[in-house]
């Protein structure tokens, strides 16, 4: 059974750091592309950062977050990460880790598998 497990998120005053974490387990993590997304209240879910299965592999991010956030992915610890700097208060959302068979891609339907998420609050 597939389960992605989010942890790292919290509150952070703005223009603080925080790193999310998302460990896989039920299958064979490194044949997986792996985004995170994220919701705030009211708004649809959105894409922040996705990576490819393959070592080496390219990063894609939101325009939003480009130069602030940085995705990562370690293959031996099935973990892929989120490390979030200079945050600001529009940045308050639950952030969901997700993966999916393939390459990375912005939309979320694209994505088979998710976890529970966590919530990020960046206070001003």
């Known amino acids: 059974q597939v389960q992605l497990v989010e942890s790292g998120g919290g509150l952070v005053q703005a223009g603080g750091s925080l790193r999310l974490s998302c460990a896989a387990s039920?299958?064979?993590?490194?044949?997986?592309?792996m985004g995170w997304f994220r919701q705030a209240p009211g708004k649809e879910r959105e894409f922040v950062a996705a990576?490819?299965?393959?070592?080496?592999?390219?990063?894609y991010y939101a325009d939003s977050v480009k130069g602030r956030f940085t995705i990562s992915r370690d293959n031996t610890k099935n973990t892929v990460y989120l490390q979030m700097n200079s945050l600001k208060p529009e940045n308050t959302a639950v952030y969901y880790c997700?993966?999916?068979?393939?390459?990375?891609?912005?939309?979320?339907?694209?994505?088979?598998?998710w976890g529970q998420g966590t919530q990020v609050t960046v206070s001003s």
């Open positions: 039920g299958r064979t993590f490194s044949t997986y592309a």
């Open positions: 997700a993966e999916r068979k393939g390459d990375p891609t912005h939309t979320w339907k694209h994505y088979d598998y």
């Open positions: 990576i490819g299965w393959w070592s080496g592999s390219s990063t």
